[in-house]
Every structure is written in C-alpha cells, then in structure tokens.
C-alpha cells in the first residue's frame, strides 16, 4: 500500500462503529448519505420531466395545427371531474406533505395515518379517471379502438356547434391521442406511486421513517409532488381549451 | 514539465492477499453485489457477448455483400440483419461500452469513493440491461425487425410484420438502465469526491463521463416517450405519428433523433475520456489545456443537443432550420478539434513510449478525426443531399463508432487491465492485435466513403456489379478486423491465469487508482484519501517514489 498518496485522515479512519445503523458503508456522514439521495431524487424528476416533455412538445405543435378540432375535443371532457380531481390530488399532496412533517416529528401513528389518506385520495382520483375512460368509450371517443368523429362532424350534446369539415373532424383523433397518452402516463405514474406507497406503509408500522432516518418518506414525497404537477399542467391543457372565449 | 520514469520492475511484484475478486465466492456473491467493481465485470461480460453476437451480424452482412447479387440471403433477411445489427451494437454494446465497464470501475476510486452514490440502483441497471438484452434476443430468435435500428415510422407502425414490439420494449428497459447509469455518475460526481479532490482536480475521464452522464439523464426519456407512442400506436391504434389521425410521422423523427443524436455523443465521450488519460500516461507530461478539455465536453453535450435535425434534412423540414441546424451541426466540430488539438499537443516533447493502449490511442486519433471531418461533410446543407441514405454515412458513422469508440474501449481495457485483473496482458501479442484492428478496420470501411460517394445506397442485399471491387477489398477487411477482435479476446482471457503479476503501477501513472493495488480492495481504500496534488502531476509521482526508495533504504 503506497501511503504517501493515500495520506491519513485520522476522523475517520476508525469511528464506523460511532454511526448509527442507517448509514451505509460508503458515505462518510448521515448528511452526505441525505443530501446524495436527495440530489439523485431531483435528478431522477429531470428525466421524468424530459419523459412527459416529449408529450406535451407533441401537444403543443398539433394544437397549433389543429386548433378547432382540439377545442371540440376539449368539450367532451366533463369538467366537473376534471375540477374535483383536480382538488382531490393537491388534498392528496398536502397530506403527503404532512406525513413528511410526521416522519420529521417522528410520531408513527400520523405518520401511518397521512400515507393512508394519501392512498386514499390517489384512489379516488384513480377511480374518477376511469370512470371519464368508461364515458369516452361509450362515446366512441377512443382513437385505435372505437372512434367515431360523429360527434365532431355533425355537433354533439351541448355544443350543436361543433360542426367541423370532415377532415378536421378526423384531427380530433390527435387530440384523444394524446389525452389518453398524456393522462396514461400520468395515470400509470399514480399507480407506481400508490403502490410504493403501500410498502411504505407497512414499513412505517414497523416503526421505519420515525427514527431519525426519513430520507425515504422525504424523496417519495417528492415524487408524489412531481406527479401532482404534471396533473396541474395537464388539466387546464386539456380540459380548458377556449373556456376563456 | 516532462520526466523520464522508468517502469518498475515487476518481477518482485505479488498479488495482493485480499482484492474485491476474492473478498467472497460464489455466483450469488456476483449476482446481487452492490460493488461497483463486480458489476463492472458483469457489464463487461455481457456486452462482449452481445459485441460478438452483433459482429457475427455484420460478418454474415460483409459476407452478403462480396457479390452484387442476392445469393447469400434473402433481401427480407438482409433487412431484419442490418437491423439486428445496428440494434444490438447501439444499444447493448456502444452506450454501455465504456460508461458501464470502465466507468463504473473507475470513476468511484478517480473521485475517492468507496462506491458510487447508489450501489443498488447500479446492480438495478445491470439487470434492466439484461433484461433488454433478453428481449432483444427473444425478438432475434422470434423472427427478427427489419425496421433499421432507427423504427422509423409509419413502417414501424403500419407496414412491418416483424417483432416490432419486443424490440421496442428491448431499447425501452435497455434505456432506463442508461438513465440509472448516468444519474448516479452525477450523483457521484457531484457528492462523493474526496476531500481536495477539487473539480479541477478530477481527471479528465471523469469529466468526459460527467458530460456523456448529461446527455444519458436528459436524451434518454425523450426516446423512451417517442417508443411508448410507437408502441401504443402499433398496438392500440393511437394516432400520434399517423397522418390519418392528424398525428405527423416527422414528430417520430424529431423526437428520435432527439435522443439519438445526443447518442453518439453518449457513446464517443467516454471514449475521448480514456484517450486522455492514456496520451497523458504514455507521455509522461500533463494532459495540455487540462481546463480547455475539460470544458470541451461539456461543450460537445450541451451542443450535442441542438444539431439532431441533421439527420433530416432530406425529409421535408424547413430550410430555415436546415440552414440552423447545419451551422449548429458544424459548430460541434469545435470541441471536438480542442480536443484533438490539445493530445497532439500534449505528445509535444513528451517522453513518448508504444505500449499497446498507447497505440489504441493512436488508431482512435487518427480513425475519429476522419470520421469526424467527414461528419462535416454530412452536416453541409448541399453535400448531405448527395451522400445521405449512402455507403458514405456508413462509413463515416464507423469510423466514429468502430474506428473511434471501440479503439478507445479496447485502448481502455489494455491500459486498466492491471488494475482490473492483477495482472498483465501479452505485450507482443496485444501489439499485432492491435495494428491487425488498425489495418483491418481501415480496409473495410475506407472503400466505403468511396463506394458511397460514387452512389451506393445503404440497407440494400444487391447492388450494380460495377461497386463490387470497393466491396470486396471491405468484406476482406472485415475478416481481417475479426481476427482483430477475436485476439484480444482470447489473450486476455489468457492473461487471467498466466499473466505476469502487473503490481499497483505498472505505468506510473498519477491517477489515484493507480496509487492502490491491483486488483482493488472491496471498499477501495484503506483510508479516506486526501487529495493534494494536481491532475496528471508527474513530479509529485517522482518524489513520492523517490521518498518510497529512501524510506524503504
């Protein structure tokens, strides 16, 4: 072993013994371990933003191209659900945020209990959404599987106006693509989120989280927050198309 | 600035008692370790076997090609090979090449790490990549895609019949164990350097990865989102590349080559990494303008972001942002040059010495400023309506791939053997490996430019009998770049057992890699290192051997 080079760092050279057990092997401090995780979550949303981003580049050159067939797509879509999901995932952000607040005031039982209502909210905005694929189904609104631009061509219910010539009338199938797409992902994100969540909770009940080492419930909140964020964009991009006119 | 070191004697060196090879046993001591350097070993067996199942590929596509006709194979057949090919190279050879093997060896000791940021998340990516390598043999052995490795749609969505879909999934999982790759280089780079292991302090392989990691996090969920849509769109029928639906198939293009021209920078950045350290090595002086390097691959992956409509320009996109996008284009050439220019200018009055990495070095120089001039050519507006869709891009994307990256890669693992293995390889042999590469590698593609330039058009079985002398003297070439690769292979596997024992330094060099032994303990270091010294300092490493030799007398 050269020693020259490897010069002696006599704090660290044999306190491992000193660290509390969460930290692992190849950190020197619990603080380095925290703001490393931390850096990597941040970093891993960058590359979930460049993942959507191709979507909504996608979005915003055919709502160029295809403007009126986008607006009588838009109007298919009930606001009504989109507005109460909309309210349901930032209740389900603000009580993830307070079960990051437990783990930090290391209390298990609010701990346990905000990642349940989180859980519970993400369901429900879950169950909201199918129920909007179910009608768009039924419309035969579905791109691929079961479309008709009937509804585009000849007006619908509640807008007799939305009488596009038949070609545009057949761009609303890029409108759908990409709602579907668009809310797929996120969707698909939801239930990834849902389902660590569950993990996280039977680890919380084990008494993880609440000793001083929530890096996990930190990160995760982080993530459920980004997914939130995607909605936010999501909604007025495909619900509220021309509302303001 | 330049001393002569000689190289010391290795016949007193021993193998180290305890190294992260035999600090345990067993196959599930490999399959589920979080030290970097066993996945590091894991990665390099697997893409050596998918270098050898893509190289069969382009042997059986030189070998199609000796005659103008058809006669070998079926031009469907030809089809689903070039693709199978170029899949399999791209994506389980040339993006994990150096960044996963070499890279993830070294960049955790280069920085004074124990272990990159996040060990599982390492093991995870090498079995995502297994698991995309899996499925791209599942779709290999299931029939084949003959989509080209690019899925341009709407063939891929609408015209083929192939396994269009296990293919994508394949690049898909393969892609993410990329992103995982570069993020925790960042991470790493960012959070794990020593103490005194300042930013100018790290050495220029570290830099290269950390440019390469930039475009690995930002480009690769970009393809990922554009092979979703090609996905959902061939299974379920959504219409975002179809213009019947209102969707555009040029948008599939945009976003693939999004991601796949940032790709080759992805691919040929840790190669110019290795290339640093190896010129700085074998002539014992400081890498010149270590700052203007270091920046200059940044520069060449924030650039690399902004050129990728090159690929387009005979596809009906406005001349306007041709006429951008090709200034852009050439404007890459820039760093690329700093670079070149600033090893020439290190082996100025350097104490040059022809070890075999050193000579890999030397073939990456030539070979990639020919691919990259050539690159030039492609990027004006005017030359790339003749030369596009012909041999000439063939063969310029190998010399920037084979010529370059794969001289570096092979100029890599020479020169970290030692420190990998403990041992040696066969210094004569690797010699005529590595110029029988050089000879080999200029036969086969040279002819190419030539070939192409006269109008020889790429992805064909059959072509007019008057090309067929350029393709013959490049199918002879390809047997002989075979045999390049196939010695290394077996000298090195050689080496493991009979190998002289190489000791921790074998080439002098100041790395802080090269101040432990080889091969490595488990957790690197004995002793958190302190870092006091520049980058490629050959001064330092002469006293610190000169005061070794007194404590020791």
């Known amino acids: 072993m050269d020693s020259q080079a490897i010069a002696t760092h006599p704090e660290h050279a044999h306190g491992e013994h000193e660290h509390p057990p969460y930290l692992r092997h190849h950190f020197a401090t619990v603080e380095q371990q925290r703001e490393t995780a931390s850096f990597g979550m941040w970093l891993f949303l960058l590359t979930e933003i460049m993942f959507f981003g191709g979507m909504f580049a996608a979005y915003l050159i055919y709502r160029n191209w295809y403007y009126p067939a986008f607006v009588a797509g838009s109007h298919q879509l009930s606001i009504l659900l989109g507005t109460v999901n909309t309210a349901v995932l930032i209740c389900s952000s603000f009580t993830m945020a307070m079960g990051v607040y437990s783990a930090e005031m290391k209390r298990k039982g609010a701990l346990v209990m905000w990642l349940l209502l989180t859980i519970l909210l993400g369901t429900v905005f879950l169950g909201i959404k199918a129920d909007e694929y179910h009608e768009k189904w039924e419309k035969h609104h579905v791109p691929g599987l079961n479309f008709s631009a009937n509804d585009f061509v000849n007006g619908s219910k509640g807008y007799p106006d939305d009488k596009l010539a038949p070609d545009m009338a057949q761009k609303s199938q890029v409108y759908f693509s990409l709602y579907f797409a668009m809310t797929g992902m996120h969707a698909l994100h939801m239930i990834i989120g849902i389902s660590i969540l569950i993990v996280l909770v039977i680890r919380a009940r084990q008494g993880a989280y609440t000793e001083g080492h929530m890096t996990t419930i930190e990160n995760f909140g982080l993530y459920w927050h980004f997914v939130d964020i995607v909605w936010i964009f999501l909604f007025p991009l495909l619900y509220l198309i021309s509302r303001h006119q | 600035?330049?001393?002569?070191?000689?190289?010391?004697?290795?016949?007193?060196?021993?193998?180290?008692?305890?190294?992260?090879?035999?600090?345990?046993?067993?196959?599930?001591?490999?399959?589920?370790?979080?030290?970097?350097?066993?996945?590091?070993?894991?990665?390099?067996?697997?893409?050596?076997?998918?270098?050898?199942?893509?190289?069969?590929?382009?042997?059986?596509?030189?070998?199609?090609?000796?005659?103008?006709?058809?006669?070998?194979?079926?031009?469907?057949?030809?089809?689903?090979?070039?693709?199978?090919?170029?899949?399999?190279?791209?994506?389980?050879?040339?993006?994990?090449?150096?960044?996963?093997?070499?890279?993830?060896?070294?960049?955790?000791?280069?920085?004074?790490?124990?272990?990159?940021?996040?060990?599982?998340?390492?093991?995870?990516?090498?079995?995502?990549?297994?698991?995309?390598?899996?499925?791209?043999?599942?779709?290999?052995?299931?029939?084949?895609?003959?989509?080209?490795?690019?899925?341009?749609?709407?063939?891929?969505?609408?015209?083929?019949?192939?396994?269009?879909?296990?293919?994508?999934?394949?690049?898909?999982?393969?892609?993410?164990?990329?992103?995982?790759?570069?993020?925790?280089?960042?991470?790493?780079?960012?959070?794990?350097?020593?103490?005194?292991?300042?930013?100018?302090?790290?050495?220029?392989?570290?830099?290269?990865?950390?440019?390469?990691?930039?475009?690995?996090?930002?480009?690769?969920?970009?393809?990922?989102?554009?092979?979703?849509?090609?996905?959902?769109?061939?299974?379920?029928?959504?219409?975002?590349?179809?213009?019947?639906?209102?969707?555009?198939?040029?948008?599939?293009?945009?976003?693939?080559?999004?991601?796949?021209?940032?790709?080759?920078?992805?691919?040929?950045?840790?190669?110019?990494?290795?290339?640093?350290?190896?010129?700085?090595?074998?002539?014992?002086?400081?890498?010149?303008?270590?700052?203007?390097?270091?920046?200059?691959?940044?520069?060449?992956?924030?650039?690399?972001?902004?050129?990728?409509?090159?690929?387009?320009?005979?596809?009906?996109?406005?001349?306007?942002?041709?006429?951008?996008?090709?200034?852009?284009?050439?404007?890459?050439?820039?760093?690329?040059?700093?670079?070149?220019?600033?090893?020439?200018?290190?082996?100025?009055?350097?104490?040059?010495?022809?070890?075999?990495?050193?000579?890999?070095?030397?073939?990456?120089?030539?070979?990639?400023?020919?691919?990259?001039?050539?690159?030039?050519?492609?990027?004006?507006?005017?030359?790339?309506?003749?030369?596009?869709?012909?041999?000439?891009?063939?063969?310029?994307?190998?010399?920037?791939?084979?010529?370059?990256?794969?001289?570096?890669?092979?100029?890599?693992?020479?020169?970290?053997?030692?420190?990998?293995?403990?041992?040696?390889?066969?210094?004569?042999?690797?010699?005529?490996?590595?110029?029988?590469?050089?000879?080999?590698?200029?036969?086969?593609?040279?002819?190419?430019?030539?070939?192409?330039?006269?109008?020889?058009?790429?992805?064909?079985?059959a072509y007019p009998p008057e090309f067929q002398v350029l393709n013959v003297l490049s199918t002879a070439g390809a047997s002989v770049l075979g045999v390049g690769y196939l010695l290394p292979m077996l000298y090195l596997t050689w080496s493991l057992k009979y190998g002289k024992i190489a000791g921790a330094n074998p080439w002098q060099a100041t790395g802080l890699e090269w101040q432990i032994q080889s091969p490595p303990l488990t957790e690197n270091f004995l002793e958190t290192p302190i870092v006091d010294y520049e980058a490629y300092d050959y001064e330092w490493l002469a006293n610190k051997t000169k005061n070794e030799v007194t404590t020791v007398g």
């Open chain 2, 1 to 461: 600035m330049s001393t002569i070191v000689s190289l010391p004697d290795q016949q007193t060196a021993t193998l180290p008692k305890r190294s992260y090879l035999n600090s345990e046993y067993g196959l599930k001591s490999w399959l589920l370790t979080g030290d970097h350097k066993r996945i590091a070993i894991l990665y390099l067996i697997s893409i050596t076997f998918f270098f050898f199942i893509g190289g069969a590929m382009a042997g059986l596509i030189r070998l199609e090609l000796l005659t103008p006709q058809t006669d070998l194979m079926a031009a469907d057949t030809y089809n689903k090979l070039f693709t199978m090919h170029g899949i399999i190279m791209i994506f389980l050879f040339l993006v994990p090449s150096v960044p996963a093997t070499i890279g993830n060896f070294l960049i955790p000791i280069m920085v004074g790490a124990k272990d990159l940021a996040f060990p599982k998340i390492n093991l995870l990516s090498w079995y995502l990549y297994i698991i995309g390598g899996t499925l791209t043999l599942a779709a290999l052995i299931s029939g084949g895609v003959d989509t080209g490795w690019t899925f341009t749609t709407p063939l891929s969505t609408h015209y083929l019949n192939t396994h269009v879909i296990t293919a994508g999934l394949a690049i898909f999982v393969a892609g993410f164990s990329s992103i995982f790759t570069g993020l925790n280089f960042i991470v790493t780079i960012h959070r794990m350097r020593a103490p005194g292991m300042t930013w100018f302090r790290l050495p220029l392989f570290v830099w290269s990865h950390y440019a390469a990691s930039i475009l690995m996090v930002l480009g690769t969920p970009v393809l990922a989102i554009a092979l979703v849509l090609v996905l959902l769109e061939r299974t379920i029928g959504i219409g975002v590349f179809d213009p019947a639906k209102g969707g555009d198939p040029l948008l599939f293009q945009h976003l693939f080559w999004f991601y796949s021209h940032p790709a080759v920078y992805i691919m040929i950045l840790p190669g110019m990494g290795v290339i640093s350290e190896v010129i700085s090595t074998f002539s014992r002086k400081r890498v010149f303008g270590y700052t203007a390097v270091a920046f200059s691959s940044v520069a060449i992956a924030v650039f690399g972001f902004f050129v990728w409509e090159h690929h387009m320009f005979v596809m009906g996109v406005s001349n306007y942002s041709a006429l951008v996008f090709s200034l852009l284009t050439m404007l890459v050439a820039v760093p690329s040059a700093i670079k070149i220019f600033n090893w020439s200018a290190t082996l100025y009055k350097g104490s040059i010495t022809f070890e075999t990495p050193m000579l890999y070095a030397f073939g990456f120089i030539g070979l990639f400023t020919i691919g990259g001039l050539t690159g030039v050519f492609l990027g004006s507006l005017g030359m790339d309506i003749h030369l596009t869709e012909t041999y000439f891009i063939v063969a310029h994307f190998h010399f920037v791939m084979v010529g370059g990256m794969l001289m570096a890669f092979l100029s890599g693992v020479h020169f970290w053997w030692p420190k990998m293995t403990g041992r040696m390889y066969p210094e004569g042999l690797s010699k005529l490996a590595a110029l029988v590469t050089f000879i080999g590698f200029i036969l086969t593609f040279f002819p190419q430019f030539i070939v192409g330039y006269l109008g020889m058009p790429r992805r064909y079985a």
